[in-house]
């Protein structure tokens, strides 16, 4: 266990639903961040939070729209998403943004149908 | 950004054997690190060398940092069927953002 929990583990949604993502970190830490795994892909960086703001969007489309209400909780809302965003989404915490090390939770595996 | 890059994208072993894999990266860097990740699963940070740094052990593992060559290797010794996993370089850019880039990551697994 990392301290960071995912929930829910799977899902699968239809391109019409909307969803949501939750990350929750019993770290202490004040940084959060969303990642993207597709297969045969480099994990890609998809949003970073510094003490509940966002500091980094790494180019994604507005179907997913992320939210950090404290430093301990980020979701990520999705809705009208495509195939192709099927993925393990994964969230990570950091003591701070400058801390190089990083703790991942253990991720949502999406199917979009 | 640049990422690292690691080789071989797969590799199968016995267990008892030693696993090494490399990682190539293309820019300065101030730190590397070794992520695994056991399937469908998160990542699990095994270690982290900083530029200054040439070779650092934790337990089994071995990681070296050539910086004039721009390569890392981990070094798993007397592999076990639980080392079977992923796993990702991660690197820091010198004066760069401060979030690691990931690589595609080298599937180990080690047959029992």
């Known amino acids: 266990e990392t301290g960071v929990t995912q929930t829910p583990r799977h899902l699968v949604m239809g391109m019409t639903n909307k969803k949501s993502l939750k990350c929750e970190q019993h770290l202490g830490h004040n940084a959060m961040y969303w990642y993207k795994q597709s297969a045969k892909k480099p994990l890609e960086l998809m949003f970073v939070y510094n003490f509940k703001e966002q500091t980094e969007n790494n180019s994604v489309p507005s179907r997913f729209s992320p939210e950090c209400p404290n430093s301990s909780h980020l979701f990520l809302h999705l809705h009208t998403l495509q195939p192709e965003d099927s993925a393990l989404y994964l969230c990570?915490?950091?003591?701070?943004?400058?801390?190089?090390?990083?703790?991942f939770g253990p991720g949502t595996r999406l199917l979009v149908l | 950004s640049q990422q690292g890059e690691e080789d071989p994208q797969a590799l199968s072993i016995q267990e008892g054997e030693n696993a090494t894999m490399n990682c190539s990266y293309k820019?300065?860097?101030?730190?590397l690190q070794w992520y695994r990740q056991n399937s469908g699963r998160g990542l699990v940070h095994l270690i982290l060398i900083r530029s200054n740094e040439r070779e650092k052990h934790s337990g089994r593992l071995r990681v070296t940092l050539d910086t004039s060559k721009k390569s890392s290797s981990l070094l798993i010794t007397a592999s076990r069927a639980a080392d079977t996993a992923s796993y990702f370089c991660?690197?820091?850019?010198?004066?760069?953002?401060?979030?690691?880039?990931f690589g595609r990551g080298t599937s180990l697994i080690v047959h029992p």
């Open positions: 990570a915490s950091s003591q701070e943004p400058r801390e190089e090390t990083q703790y």
């Open positions: 991660a690197t820091g850019e010198s004066g760069g953002s401060y979030i690691p880039t």
């Open positions: 820019t300065s860097i101030n730190n």
